[in-house]
Nanobody
Framework: HVQLVESGGGSVQAGGSLRLSCTAS????????MGWFRQAPGKDREGVAT????????YYADSVKGRFNISQDNAKKMLYLQMNRLKPEDTAMYYC????????????????????WGQGTQVTVS
């Protein structure tokens, strides 16, 4: 079965950087949608950055455009989120998600359409 494991969260001062990593295992498909989502206390889960592992563009929430970058290493089945110029409002639990269903398209950044989730990694910006 599919497993996603995030790492790389932590505490950082405003203006700093962090790089999140997600290891995917159990996928038999060669391409699928993957993305990063986050949820702050008392707020809804929101899409941060998504992409299709088979190629194509990346999608970003307006709040992170120009500061965050999503990338992948297909050979290692790794997904990354480089977060620069972090702000206190970026504080949240960050989750890696994936799904191979064709109705799960990364451009929608719809967390409800992703069926596989990691356990999350906390990012705190002060």
């Amino acid at each position: 079965h599919v497993q996603l494991v995030e790492s790389g969260g932590g505490s950082v001062q405003a203006g700093g950087s962090l790089r999140l990593s997600c290891t995917a295992s159990g996928y038999t498909e060669t391409a699928y949608s993957m993305g990063w989502f986050r949820q702050a206390p008392g707020k809804d889960r929101e899409g941060v950055a998504t992409m299709y592992t088979g190629g194509g563009r990346q999608y970003y929430a307006d709040s992170v455009k120009g500061r965050f970058n999503i990338s992948q290493d297909n050979a290692k089945k790794m997904l990354y989120l480089q977060m620069n110029r972090l702000k206190p409002e970026d504080t949240a639990m960050y989750y890696c998600a994936a799904d191979s269903d064709p109705f799960c398209h990364p451009r929608n950044m719809d967390w409800a359409s992703f069926g596989y989730w990691g356990q999350g990694t906390q990012v705190t910006v002060s």
